[in-house]
């Protein structure tokens, strides 16, 4: 080889020197040989992943179907004042919790009295004039019976007792309005519950206008409102009709209230109202739940959640969200098959429950399921499985869902669709 091929230039007294020796060309050559006839080593052979593993069941799951809703006092009255005159007093701590027939406000009593004793001498005056003709009526008719006195004077006296007597009616009629008007002054709440502010101060006068006083809001029982889009309705029939949900006999579901804290309000209501047809704007319907607040834990007008319970989800198949993944042709699951190789099985997805899915289809009971390491698979790769376990948090008693009803009892559920939702590194929150 020409790289291996020694230079040779003169010494200085003209006798050829060689540059490198000969024998390390030799070695060097021998080296690059040996290194172009070795083999290449072989690649080391892919160990089996090891995953978790759960095994498909079908159970009755408990649902629920669950509402933002509004509270309402079942009888919130307005307290008006029915006379007009100056408001004197009032009687009650605004916002505070009223007994019925306690004193709200007190109204100038004096002009009503005066009145009041102006009708009782308007009937005395009256009942003297009716005294009068009934004695002149008893004595003119014995005078006619003789031919005294002609018939003529009868019909007089008969007429003039009559015309008195009804004065006296009147009068008694004019003395009970001028009673009710002096009561009215006093005004009372007819029901017990929680005040509200007063809209008329002290010392203005009260007419028409104004009657308003304040309102006072019975707090039990409490009213629940919540609302149910059409479609919501369509949803819950056919799952209704597919056996995918079963109800509790009769359709007579209970309504549990959530508070605003998270926490669980401890008496529970039924439906009382169901609104016969539909909000032509937002194409709703209304509901209203009636529940038992006897410690005024309930303000009207405040925003609850109201969970429809009783329903349950027969049959139902449930696998962990990490285990459905979502591909180009929609959600797969991998499953391992008697040979410990994994294989891709697309699934339908239904609802959320706690960690969980729904699996509609796609799962046979007693097929393992991946559900820790599946993003290191492919087709027909070996695995090791041991069982999954799941992260350590509370289990949920129910499957949070949402609902409708039809006819006063709920007949009916159904619950969000999440099939748009993102597979399961990307949890969305229910």
Same mark, same amino acid.
């Given at each position: ?14 006798a ?21 006839n ?70 100038d ?37 003789q031919?005294?006195?002609s ?12 015309q ?47 009657a ?6 019975? =707090? ?87 969970? =429809? ?43 959320w ?6 699996? =509609? ?61 993102p ?8």
């Amino acid at each position: 080889m020409r790289a291996c091929s020694p230079r040779i230039r003169a010494s200085r007294n003209g006798a050829p020197q060689r540059r490198a020796p000969r024998i390390a060309c030799a070695l060097l050559a021998a080296s690059l040989i040996a290194g172009c006839n070795r083999e290449k080593p072989a690649l080391p052979t892919p160990s089996a992943a090891e995953v978790g593993i759960v095994t498909v069941e079908a159970k009755d799951v408990p649902v629920i179907a669950e509402y933002i809703a509004q509270t309402q006092s079942s009888q919130s009255v307005n307290i008006q004042a029915r006379v007009s005159g100056f408001l004197d007093k009032r009687m009650y701590v605004e916002g505070s919790v009223v007994k019925a027939g306690q004193v709200l406000f007190q109204m100038d009593k004096k002009p009503f009295q005066a009145q009041l004793d102006a009708a009782k001498a308007a009937l005395q005056r009256n009942q003297a004039a009716m005294s009068v003709a009934k004695a002149n009526l008893d004595r003119t008719k014995p005078l006619v019976e003789q031919d005294a006195l002609s018939q003529k004077d009868l019909d007089d006296a008969k007429g003039q007792y009559e015309q008195t007597a009804a004065a006296v009616e009147g009068s008694k009629a004019q003395l009970n309005e001028a009673q009710l008007n002096l009561s009215y002054t006093t005004i009372t709440s007819p029901v017990a519950g929680v005040s509200s502010y007063a809209a008329v101060a002290e010392g203005t006068y009260v007419n028409p206008q104004n009657a308003q006083l304040t309102t006072v809001s019975v =707090l039990s029982p409490m009213w629940i409102n919540f609302s149910v889009s059409e479609n919501e309705l369509e949803r819950v029939r056919d799952r209704v009709r597919q056996g995918a949900l079963k109800l509790p006999p009769g359709g007579k579901l209970q309504v549990a209230i959530e508070l605003v804290d998270g926490t669980r309000f401890p008496h529970t209501g039924t439906i009382t109202f169901t609104d016969p047809s539909f909000n032509a704007q937002t194409g709703t319907f209304l509901i209203r739940a009636s529940v038992d607040n006897p410690d005024g834990t309930l303000h009207p007008n405040q925003y609850v959640r109201a969970k =429809l319970l009783g329903a349950t989800h027969p049959n139902a198949i449930l696998v962990p969200q990490r285990a459905v993944q979502q591909g180009a042709n929609g959600h797969f699951v991998w499953v391992v098959d008697e040979t410990n190789h994994v294989e891709q099985r697309p699934v339908v997805v239904g609802d959320w429950y706690a960690d969980s899915w729904f699996v =509609l289809q796609g799962l046979r009971v007693g097929e393992r399921v991946v559900a820790d390491g599946a993003l290191r698979l492919r087709p027909g790769a070996a695995v090791k499985t041991k069982p999954y376990v799941a992260p350590s948090v509370a289990p949920p008693s129910e499957a949070r869902m949402t609902g409708v009803h039809g006819d006063g009892a709920m007949p009916e559920l159904t619950v969000p669709s999440r099939r748009d939702a993102p597979g399961a590194a990307e949890q969305a929150k229910q």
